[in-house]
């Protein structure tokens, strides 16, 4: 089989990314040809399907040079890029793959590629990775003030603008607004045959915001063979490790080391202005951030650490980095959030703490360090609980259920005229 997967990033940015390189390999590993479309990026691995890939665009760069020109740039790539659908078509033609697996798309690819997907009557599949479907801001979080807010449930995007939700800017919340309104008139979810969603929590927000049930499937994330080590020894300090952002809790785990004095505490991760002023403000003694780490290096911090704490302030989705210490036999302390909840359990496999409650996270992290009794049970718990429902085998079995369960489309369906496709579609036909 010929399958063209889709994502933003070309190259190990996120989660999402690592997923798709993952996917990847497992797929060809089982004989199947493997394409992708992303965005053109100076950090991206080499691919022989570049010359497809849509034109890189920096919205940083833009928002912080305001004028009309750069806000109309914004606004109309962000939402519907033609040249977009014009690649993917010339990508078909020369390629025709079988089935478009979709990792990420909007703002920089945007859903304007499924249009052309389903002229060529391919099934499409899409990994769900965050709440963009039903969120504008993407995350279920007010920027501005770091609250959890589900306003826009129903389609009641205009709450994203009242709340200055994105960026805690009015014309970065207006434009979020703004596609996911274009998108709902659009139907674009009558395009997509499956959304996989790797937690069960992701998939019922999913249905509560009326996404149809059968198009709605659970497949939990999946770590390669080699990421299973087991390796309970450790040292006595916990570990946090991925994106040092305001959604990750970062400030809420300086604030507990501060009140934990007596738990080493180590950060790895690129260093953002928002983490400087926090650990500016809130960073102790017992508290080592060694910058960001890959490879080897990496690994040995998490297979040296008694517990990796997720202190996250979003719903998260299935974090790797919990996946990642499951492999090692670490327990995970994390917020009682989201598709977090799902992992820790009823902290049979670490312990949940209530969302920014600095004490409670002070408490776990002093539990875990000191009772090797709980930290070797619960990092047992973790190994097995991994190896069952994150193993590459389980998914691969699973996916491939999903792919062969979808109907591809008949030539003479492939054959309707654009125009009258397009209004089938918005007609929800």
């Known amino acids: 089989m010929k399958i063209l997967l889709v994502n933003t990033y070309h190259y190990m940015r996120s989660g999402d990314c690592a997923y798709n390189f993952r996917l990847a390999d497992l797929l060809r590993s089982k004989g199947h040809e493997v394409f992708f479309f992303a965005m053109k990026h100076p950090l991206n691995q080499p691919c022989a399907q570049e010359k497809y890939f849509v034109d890189y665009i920096d919205y940083a760069e833009l928002n912080g040079r305001k004028n009309l020109k750069n806000g109309l740039q914004v606004l109309s790539r962000s939402i519907y890029y033609g040249k977009a659908r014009s690649n993917i078509r010339a990508l078909f033609e020369d390629l025709k793959p079988d089935i478009v697996h979709i990792q990420n798309l909007h703002a920089h690819i ?6 052309e997907v389903k002229k060529f009557g391919l099934p499409v599949f899409w990994t769900v990775h965050d709440y963009k ?60 045959d499956k959304f996989i969603s790797p937690s069960a929590f992701l998939a019922e927000k999913l249905l509560s915001n009326g996404f149809e049930g059968s198009k709605v499937e659970h497949l939990p994330l ?43 505490v180590v950060i790895a ?57 499951f492999a090692f036999g670490k327990p995970v302390i994390a917020s ?18 209530p ?13 875990l360090t000191t009772d090797s009794g709980l930290a070797a049970r619960t990092g047992l718990n973790a190994f097995k609980y991994a190896k069952e429902y994150h193993d590459q085998v389980y998914h691969y079995e699973h996916l491939i ?13 492939r054959h309707w005229e654009e125009a009258g496709f397009e209004e089938r579609v918005g007609s929800g036909g």
């Open 222 to 264: 999946f770590l390669p063979p080699e990421y299973f080590d087991y390796t309970p020894g450790n040292e006595d300090y916990v570990l946090f490790f991925g994106r040092l952002e305001k959604t990750k809790g970062i400030s809420t785990l300086l604030k507990a080391a501060g009140m934990a004095r007596g738990v080493r």
């Open 355 to 367: 969302r920014n409650e600095e004490s409670a996270l002070s408490d776990a992290m002093t539990r």
């Open 110 to 115: 945007t859903p304007s590629i499924l249009f």
């Open 133 to 192: 479907l039903v969120c504008p801001n993407s995350y279920n979080v007010i920027d501005r003030t770091g609250e959890i807010c589900e306003a826009c449930n129903g389609g009641a995007f205009y709450h994203a603008v009242l709340n200055r939700c994105k960026k805690n800017s009015l014309a970065a919340s207006f434009t979020a607004s703004a596609e996911a309104y274009v998108h709902s008139l659009l139907r674009i979810r009558n395009l997509v």
């Open 336 to 353: 009682d959030l989201g598709g977090i909840k799902e992992l820790i359990g009823n902290n049979e496999r670490g312990i949940l703490f």
């Open 401 to 413: 259920r999903i792919y062969e369960g979808v109907r591809p489309l008949s030539p003479a369906e």
């Open 269 to 325: 991760g690129r260093s953002t202005p928002d983490f400087q002023e926090d650990y500016r403000r809130f960073g102790h003694g017992n508290v080592r951030f060694v910058g960001f780490q890959s490879g080897n290096e990496l690994r040995t911090l998490v297979k040296n650490s008694a517990a990796v704490v997720v202190p996250s302030i979003w719903y998260e989705n299935q974090p790797f980095s919990i996946l990642e210490s």
